[in-house]
Structures are given as structure tokens and as C-alpha cells.
């Protein structure tokens, strides 16, 4: 079948047979909706492909009918990456700081950094440009992935970790060293969540109890005395229905018979991450109500950051604003207490990384703000931050997306795995790794 760019006549020509396009929704081709590459040349979905899309037949002579390969080396359309089928078919996709992992009928499969084996395929101090299959995990059901491990809820319950342990984030009853394979969690039944953050982990639990393990220096565990817990400890709140954690903080949401949704913050406060309405670097080791913020319906959290999806489907964050990561307008001014995203409705879910966050809406569509110096919005440009949300021009509808620290990775419509950003370990999942990063959307390998 061959494909054929529709553009307007603002674009011109460059050659006989060859159309530049400006935006996506000038490529149309007898299949349905391409994309418009950095190189201004429209391309159309083939899962072939190791970047998932292959240029038209109206560009230059060189990249007529070719697979795209998209990296910053030399802007773009450059066959750099092993050609490999794409991962296709996931349910789930999580992230960590430098490593990222997808499920599907109960296995798991990570790649990227494995410093420390939370890549959890028995070895460490390597790393994974394609996902590999976490050995000795069935059934699992959620994901959740901190700085350098990574857990698993599997059906019955139950919590496993793999990967650093160094403040006791496995839950295995020590704390110290680093598993480069799958552990159960000690003392641990009846979970319906988990949650990552740095380097601790939270529970909850269908009785609406939530449970922690890991760093507690700064309070993020929120138990007390201050240490690290290898083993869970039961936080002070109840009637809890969701979750997050940070670096060194974390936040519940509760819900109490017909009463609106509440939030509740604990850990450390120095640039007002708590939503407390104060700016103190001072540890708070027990949850602290969130002020000022509407009845809410999802929360979560980021590096220093943390937002909510209100009732009416708009967005509210605080915390740390650098790079525009609150999505408000101006940066740098920390932001204490909840405060209203602009340009952004219709929520459906949300995703934070270290410095920039990003929505997903109902119709499928994303929007992203704050750091983008990775290309992490992969709009195929880079730029110092953008402090209100952008929609993203992407070849596909997005289920969820989750955000690591300078890349992102979104699980399309149909399961399959997208990502974008920092390559720097291998976290983009597409063969390749180093000082390249995708400037737009690549197509994660199959193993």
C-alpha cells in the first residue's frame, strides 16, 4: 500500500515528488494518520519498524519508503538504532529514574539501568537496551519503580522487589546491598496499590491502611523514629484510596462516606511539596492535611512535587516550580499550596518526573509542561522548560504514560510502547544508548 502526504500549498514543493509538512495533521494517507518528522517529511505507522513508522513516498529520494530512526545526532531520520520488532500488547507501563519495565498477562519485562538488578534478570552492573524478562515473576498485577529498584503486586496480593536496597526498599527484612532478583515483601497480604518513590515504597491495603518500607530520613515513609525500615510499618491514616510517593515525600488520598476526597502529605517540606501552605525544610514523619485544594479524585506525586486530579477534571500541583513543572505560568517561585494548572480539562490521569509532569486526557490526547532540555515531550525540539501545558503532537492515542527522569514512555491505545528523552542507559528500550536521545516518539523493542 502506498502513502501519500496530504499538505497544504503553504508548504510548497522541494522536488518533483517530494512534500515537507509542518504539523501531523497534514499527513494523511489511505491507512489513516501519520506523522511529521523532524526532518519535515511525513511518515505512517508500520510496527515493522524499529522507530514503528516508515517515511511516505513523497520525501527526498534517500528516505522515500524508509523505516525513521529519530535521534539528536543529526536531528533526526537516521538509521542508527538495530532495526527490531516493537513491544506490542502491554497492559502496563512504569518508570524509574533511569530504568523503565511493561506487563502483560502477568510477566514483566525492564530494561535500562541495572546498576543495582532492578532491571531483575539476575544480573547487575549493566545495562538493557532491550526489555528483558524478569526472571521468577508470575501473576503480577501493578508496577512500581523507584531510583534503583523495582516492585510488582501480583494477583494474590502480595508485593515482590528486585534491585537497590540500601535503606531497606525490598522489604525483605534487611536493609543494605542491592537483589538482582525477584523477593517477596515480609508480612504483606491484601494489597490493592503500590506506590515507588526514591527509595521507599508505599501500600495500600483493601482495608484502606496504608503500609511503608524503605527511607523514613526525611519522613517519607511516614512512621517514626527517623531510620530506614526493611520490613513494612503501619503509616498514621486510614480510609485511604490512593497513593504516591516521591523523593522525600509522600501523599494518600481519603474518602470517608459521602464526604469530598481529601489529601494528606508527609516527609520533608523545603520548598512546600506537603501543600501545607508553608515553605520550611523541616520533616513531617505523620500525614499533614493539603490545603486548599477542591475535592479531588487522584493524586500523585514527583521529585519534589505533587498534583491532583480534581472531581472536575482539572489539575492542580504544588511543590518545587523551577522548570514550570506546576504548570501555572511563571517558574521558579516554589508553590506552597494547590494551584490550578492552566489550559488543562478533562483529565484522566497524570504522571511526574523529576522536573516535568504530564495529563492525559479522556480523548486519548497528552499534554506535558516544565523541563523539556531531553526532549522529554517529544515534540522533536528541546527547550529550557515551558511552564504551561502544551498538547503533544503524537502519531497515537495514549492509555497511560509514565515519566522518568528525563525521558517518558507512553503505552498507546492498542499496548503498544512508546518513549522518548534521555537515552543515556538504555531506558528508551530501543537497542540503543548513550549520548542519543529520541527527539520523538521511538517504538520500545520486543525482547
Same mark, same amino acid.
Given at each position: ?208 491502611? *496504608?503500609?511503608? !518500607? &524503605?527511607? /523514613?530520613?526525611? =519522613? +517519607?515513609? $511516614? %512512621?517514626? @523514629?527517623?531510620? #530506614? ?85 482539572? *489539575?492542580?500541583? !504544588? &511543590?518545587? /516550580?523551577?522548570? =514550570? +513543572?506546576? $504548570? %501555572?505560568? @511563571?517558574?521558579? #517561585? ?94 528508551? =528500550? ?18
Amino acid at each position: 500500500m502506498k502513502w501519500v502526504a496530504i499538505v497544504s500549498l503553504a508548504c510548497g514543493c522541494v522536488g518533483p515528488s517530494a512534500f515537507p509538512c509542518q504539523a501531523s495533521d497534514q499527513c494523511v494517507g489511505p491507512g489513516g494518520q501519520g506523522f511529521c518528522e523532524p526532518l519535515g517529511y511525513c511518515s505512517f505507522p508500520d510496527p515493522t519498524c524499529g522507530s514503528g513508522r516508515r517515511f511516505g513516498e513523497h520525501v527526498t529520494t534517500d528516505r522515500a519508503l524508509r523505516c525513521t530512526d529519530l535521534f539528536s545526532g543529526d536531528g533526526g531520520g537516521r538509521d542508527g538504532a538495530p532495526a527490531c520488532k516493537p513491544l506490542v500488547g502491554m497492559e502496563e507501563i512504569a518508570a524509574g529514574r533511569e530504568h523503565a519495565c511493561a506487563r502483560a498477562g502477568g510477566n514483566v519485562w525492564c530494561w535500562g539501568r541495572n546498576n543495582l538488578g532492578q532491571v531483575g534478570d539476575g544480573t547487575s552492573g549493566n545495562i538493557r537496551t532491550r526489555p528483558t524478562q524478569v526472571a521468577g515473576l508470575e501473576g503480577a498485577t501493578q508496577l512500581a519503580l523507584g531510583l534503583g529498584h523495582s516492585c510488582a503486586r501480583t494477583a494474590d496480593g502480595k508485593v515482590s522487589c528486585f534491585g537497590d536496597n540500601g535503606q531497606g526498599q525490598l522489604g525483605n527484612g534487611t536493609v543494605g546491598g542491592s537483589v538482582s532478583w525477584v523477593g517477596e515483601v515480609t508480612s504483606l497480604s491484601g494489597i490493592d496499590v503500590i506506590r515507588a518513590g526514591e527509595r521507599h515504597v508505599l501500600a495500600l491495603r483493601s482495608d484502606g491502611a *496504608v503500609l511503608s !518500607w &524503605g527511607a /523514613n530520613a526525611y =519522613g +517519607q515513609g $511516614g %512512621f517514626d @523514629p527517623e531510620g #530506614n525500615a526493611g520490613t513494612p510499618s503501619l503509616v498514621a491514616i486510614s480510609s485511604v484510596v490512593e497513593i504516591s510517593a516521591g523523593n522525600r515525600h509522600s501523599c494518600a488520598m481519603t474518602r470517608g462516606g459521602t464526604s469530598p476526597a481529601e489529601a494528606w502529605c508527609w516527609g520533608n517540606n523545603h520548598v512546600g511539596e506537603l501543600g501545607i501552605g508553608s515553605i520550611e525544610d523541616k520533616n513531617y514523619f505523620g500525614p499533614m492535611h493539603v490545603v486548599s485544594l477542591p475535592n479531588i479524585s487522584f493524586i500523585a506525586s514527583g521529585h519534589e512535587t505533587s498534583c491532583a486530579i480534581t472531581a472536575g477534571t482539572e *489539575v492542580y500541583c !504544588w &511543590g518545587r /516550580n523551577d522548570k =514550570g +513543572q506546576l $504548570g %501555572f505560568g @511563571p517558574s521558579g #517561585n516554589n508553590q506552597p499550596t494547590p494551584a490550578k494548572v492552566l489550559v488543562l480539562k478533562d483529565a484522566f490521569g497524570i504522571s511526574l518526573g523529576d522536573k516535568h509532569t504530564c495529563a492525559w486526557k479522556v480523548d486519548g490526547s497528552l499534554w506535558c509542561w516544565g523541563d523539556n532540555e531531553q526532549s522529554q515531550f517529544g515534540q522533536k525540539t528541546t527547550s529550557a522548560m515551558e511552564p504551561v501545558p502544551a498538547r503533544l503532537d503524537l502519531p497515537f492515542g495514549t492509555k497511560q504514560l509514565a515519566i522518568g527522569g528525563a525521558f517518558s514512555c507512553a503505552l498507546t491505545l492498542e499496548g503498544a510502547v512508546y518513549c522518548f528523552g534521555d537515552n543515556s542507559y538504555g531506558q528508551l =528500550g530501543n537497542g540503543a544508548s548513550g549520548t542519543q536521545r529520541a527527539l520523538a516518539p521511538m517504538a520500545t523493542c520486543a525482547p
